[in-house]
């Protein structure tokens, strides 16, 4: 059985994200949605109303699981025999973070192995920041975010202090 870690913060969810999703889910037997700590970045929603977000989303895809760790993803990757990482790139500035990314996790776990998937045409724009960039100000939010989770995303939005 082949399986494919995604790996991410998801502060939300995008519709970016869940392209990224999509298409993994047909190449890989099981994909893993792992929300992961990024202690750069201050969360709009808790590492657990993340994962419920996610599972509303993804629940229309069998083969698509929800989990989160706070452990170092090379050692994450390890739960999973043969596991692959799956990360999405929209232009060529997450290329070289992604690649960096990539080398260090292949130096600590010299069995992991990263599949770049492009983005979408129409999702390369849309980022988790720019989704709450846009939210503090209202703006229609139906073409970057899952409708499962719109209404979430717009009431925290208003209480959401960076």
């Given at each position: 059985m082949s399986t494919a870690i995604y790996p991410g913060s998801f502060d939300p969810i995008t519709l970016g994200h869940l392209n990224i999703i999509r298409r993994a889910s047909k190449i890989f037997d099981k994909v893993v949605v792992c929300v992961m700590v990024n202690s750069s970045k201050s969360p709009m929603f808790t590492r657990d109303e993340r994962l419920e977000l996610i599972e509303r989303v993804v629940k229309r895809f069998p083969n698509v699981e929800v989990d989160t760790s706070s452990i170092l993803l090379a050692e994450y990757v390890?739960?999973?025999?043969?596991?692959?990482?799956?990360?999405?790139?929209?232009?060529?500035?997450?290329?070289?973070?992604?690649?960096?990314?990539?080398?260090?996790?292949?130096?600590?776990?010299?069995?992991?192995?990263?599949?770049?998937?492009?983005?979408?045409?129409?999702?390369?724009?849309?980022?988790?920041?720019?989704?709450?960039?846009?939210?503090?100000?209202?703006?229609?939010?139906?073409?970057?975010?899952?409708?499962?989770?719109?209404?979430?995303?717009?009431?925290?939005?208003?209480?959401?202090?960076?």
């Open positions: 390890k739960r999973y025999e043969g596991a692959v990482l799956v990360k999405g790139l929209r232009a060529v500035s997450d290329f070289e973070s992604e690649f960096q990314m990539a080398i260090i996790n292949k130096k600590l776990n010299p069995e992991l192995e990263t599949v770049f998937l492009t983005s979408s045409e129409k999702y390369t724009y849309i980022s988790s920041s720019v989704v709450k960039e846009m939210a503090k100000y209202g703006a229609d939010l139906t073409e970057l975010v899952p409708s499962e989770i719109l209404q979430d995303v717009i009431e925290r939005s208003k209480t959401y202090k960076r």
